[in-house]
């Protein structure tokens, strides 16, 4: 017994041994800034070198100061470059890729008027130039393609895309998208082929489907298709494989009925005939082996015997789950797709309420009571990650359950790497000074609890961490990722220090 105890001990261990894998932290970065007098932008980039953007306003002045900083994979100083910003303008966002990074002011004034900036990484040259589109209302999130700007942006109550060339200080909107409000457009920029990619969902109320179009880096539209489910599902949104124009997969959420909820996956291969119609995959949420895994067990078995029962019958049970979809990555010899499952929270009055359990929704049908109902945040409690071979089949699924994950806007909480074994994958995100981590290899189950805390230095001195706040996590090369913050620090002697920091987080 002795001898067969031993062997089986022996025989795990190499399990326990692949599947324990704690990050380290070699490098800390801190910056002497305060959060209630700073914003800093983080921006990794491809060449294993990370970009800040830094708004401070220094001491008693009211004129915040900007600068681009450039640090190099060890987080050594490379540059620190002022950015000079016409008083009247404010930051509104940030990006970089290779070799440049990128800030864009809106005017405080006048809604239309921006001024963006550019760094070269190369030289460290900073250029930029004011414009006036005249008719931009907003603009939601920035990205760059081959050194060009694609800001989606609201016009008169449609979605459209603003395009800026620095090199020519030129600017235009794009008649290749131009949808009404409400929509949504994913953007993919994909440096391989030197193409823009845009996923637009569009619903009449009852059925919803999707646009793909392709855009050059200039900004002219090469292609464009739609997608539609048959069968009374409507595709609510998708996402674009990287790489291959003529060979892409798309994968993203469908609905049964209600374009907000989602009912599971589909995913498909993209021929390079856009007159061929393509092939859709879907994976309904109850027949995926861990997207319960939130639940308690009894729970999550009776949902699952209810939907076979159902699907048995001829009919499907109806689900209603918010998805936010991140963007694909290559993994082994397919693409690896994560969403996360969320749900808005409100307040009314001096009341709070939301909803956390099968099927988070809006609360109007049934609470006429409520007259007034305003939107106090989002909560996500889990992460779905897939795997999809190249032609949208489903290989394997697995659930990341989160805590303690609230924010205020709807952004990306949950991050992720491949490791070095190419076989598995992490993910994190930051919970204060916690970073919460889970090791995926493809089905297995494995546990959602592991955490490390964020290093307060690489030296090993004994610190404590009084305050964490506006943290985060963000995805850079290889198995790593940059942790970023602002904390108040108490050394073991002398007084605690208010910084802005960078960890790098390390799964080699």
């Given at each position: 017994m002795?001898?067969?105890?031993t062997?089986l001990?022996l025989l795990?261990?190499?399990?326990a041994?692949r599947?324990?894998?704690?990050?380290?932290?070699?490098r800390?970065?801190e910056l002497?800034l305060d959060?209630g007098?700073s914003?800093?932008?983080?921006?990794?980039l491809?060449?294993t070198?990370?970009a800040?953007?830094?708004?401070s306003?220094?001491g008693?002045?009211?004129?915040?100061e900007y600068?681009?900083?450039?640090?190099d994979?060890?987080?050594?100083?490379?540059?620190?470059l002022p950015?000079k910003?016409?008083?009247?303008?404010?930051?509104?966002q940030?990006?970089?890729?290779a070799?440049y990074?990128?800030a864009l002011?809106?005017?405080e004034?006048?809604?239309s008027?921006?001024?963006?900036?550019?760094l070269?990484?190369?030289?460290?040259?900073?250029?930029?130039?004011?414009f006036?589109t005249?008719t931009?209302?907003?603009?939601?999130d920035?990205e760059v393609?081959?050194g060009k700007?694609?800001?989606?942006v609201?016009?008169q109550?449609?979605l459209t895309?603003l395009?800026?060339?620095?090199?020519?200080e030129?600017f235009?909107?794009l008649?290749?998208?131009?949808?009404s409000i409400?929509?949504e457009?994913?953007?993919?920029?994909d440096?391989?082929t030197q193409?823009a990619g845009?996923?637009?969902?569009?619903s009449?109320?009852f059925?919803?489907?999707?646009q793909i179009?392709?855009?050059?880096?200039?900004?002219?539209l090469?292609?464009?298709?739609f997608?539609?489910a048959?069968?009374?599902?409507g595709?609510?949104t998708?996402?674009?494989?990287?790489?291959d124009?003529?060979?892409?997969?798309?994968?993203?959420?469908?609905t049964l009925r209600?374009?907000?909820y989602?009912?599971?996956l589909?995913?498909?291969?993209?021929?390079?005939d856009?007159?061929?119609r393509p092939?859709?995959?879907f994976?309904d949420?109850?027949?995926?082996k861990?997207f319960?895994d939130?639940m308690?067990?009894?729970?999550?078995a009776?949902?699952r015997?209810?939907?076979a029962?159902?699907?048995?019958?001829?009919?499907?049970?109806?689900?209603r789950y918010?998805?936010?979809?991140h963007r694909m990555?290559?993994?082994?010899d397919?693409?690896?797709?994560v969403?996360?499952?969320?749900?808005?929270q409100y307040?009314?009055?001096?009341?709070y309420y939301?909803w956390?359990g099968?099927?988070?929704?809006?609360?109007?049908?049934y609470r006429?009571n409520?007259?007034?109902?305003?939107?106090d945040?989002y909560?996500s409690?889990?992460?779905?990650?897939?795997?999809?071979?190249r032609y949208?089949?489903?290989l394997?699924?697995n659930t990341?359950?989160?805590?303690?994950?609230e924010?205020?806007?709807l952004?990306e909480?949950v991050?992720?790497?491949?490791?070095?074994?190419g076989?598995?994958?992490v993910l994190?995100y930051l919970?204060k000074?916690?970073?919460?981590?889970k090791?995926?290899?493809?089905?297995?189950t494995?546990?959602?609890?592991?955490e490390?805390p964020?290093?307060t230095?690489a030296?090993?001195?004994h610190?404590?961490?009084l305050?964490?706040e506006q943290q985060g996590?963000?995805?850079?090369y290889?198995?790593?990722?940059?942790?970023?913050?602002y904390?108040r620090?108490r050394?073991?002697h002398?007084s605690?220090?208010q910084?802005?920091?960078?960890?790098?987080?390390a799964?080699?």
């Amino acid at each position: 017994m002795l001898r067969l105890s031993t062997l089986l001990l022996l025989l795990l261990s190499p399990l326990a041994l692949r599947a324990q894998l704690t990050p380290t932290q070699p490098r800390r970065l801190e910056l002497p800034l305060d959060p209630g007098t700073s914003d800093v932008r983080v921006l990794p980039l491809a060449d294993t070198t990370v970009a800040v953007f830094v708004e401070s306003t220094a001491g008693s002045s009211f004129r915040p100061e900007y600068s681009f900083q450039h640090f190099d994979r060890d987080l050594r100083p490379l540059r620190n470059l002022p950015v000079k910003v016409d008083r009247e303008y404010r930051l509104v966002q940030a990006t970089a890729a290779a070799p440049y990074a990128f800030a864009l002011f809106e005017s405080e004034y006048v809604a239309s008027k921006f001024q963006v900036f550019r760094l070269d990484l190369r030289t460290g040259e900073v250029e930029g130039f004011l414009f006036d589109t005249k008719t931009v209302e907003d603009l939601y999130d920035l990205e760059v393609l081959d050194g060009k700007l694609f800001a989606t942006v609201q016009v008169q109550r449609h979605l459209t895309v603003l395009h800026i060339d620095v090199d020519q200080e030129e600017f235009r909107l794009l008649p290749a998208v131009y949808e009404s409000i409400p929509t949504e457009v994913t953007f993919l920029p994909d440096s391989a082929t030197q193409r823009a990619g845009y996923v637009v969902s569009q619903s009449n109320g009852f059925l919803s489907r999707l646009q793909i179009k392709q855009l050059s880096a200039q900004g002219q539209l090469l292609a464009s298709r739609f997608i539609q489910a048959e069968s009374g599902r409507g595709l609510i949104t998708a996402q674009l494989s990287p790489g291959d124009s003529t060979q892409r997969l798309v994968a993203g959420t469908y609905t049964l009925r209600d374009p907000r909820y989602s009912q599971g996956l589909f995913a498909s291969n993209l021929p390079g005939d856009p007159a061929l119609r393509p092939p859709l995959r879907f994976y309904d949420f109850a027949v995926l082996k861990h997207f319960f895994d939130f639940m308690k067990p009894r729970r999550a078995a009776r949902l699952r015997a209810r939907s076979a029962e159902l699907r048995a019958a001829g009919r499907e049970l109806r689900l209603r789950y918010r998805i936010l979809t991140h963007r694909m990555i290559p993994f082994r010899d397919g693409y690896v797709l994560v969403g996360e499952v969320y749900y808005p929270q409100y307040r009314t009055g001096n009341s709070y309420y939301g909803w956390s359990g099968m099927a988070p929704r809006y609360y109007d049908s049934y609470r006429s009571n409520l007259t007034q109902r305003n939107l106090d945040g989002y909560r996500s409690t889990h992460a779905v990650v897939c795997g999809f071979d190249r032609y949208g089949t489903l290989l394997w699924d697995n659930t990341f359950v989160l805590k303690n994950v609230e924010q205020n806007t709807l952004t990306e909480t949950v991050r992720l790497r491949p490791l070095a074994d190419g076989q598995r994958l992490v993910l994190a995100y930051l919970d204060k000074d916690k970073l919460r981590y889970k090791i995926v290899d493809g089905t297995t189950t494995s546990p959602n609890d592991l955490e490390a805390p964020i290093q307060t230095n690489a030296e090993g001195k004994h610190e404590k961490t009084l305050d964490t706040e506006q943290q985060g996590v963000l995805p850079w090369y290889g198995s790593r990722f940059l942790t970023y913050g602002y904390q108040r620090v108490r050394p073991e002697h002398g007084s605690a220090r208010q910084v802005f920091f960078l960890n790098v987080v390390a799964f080699d």
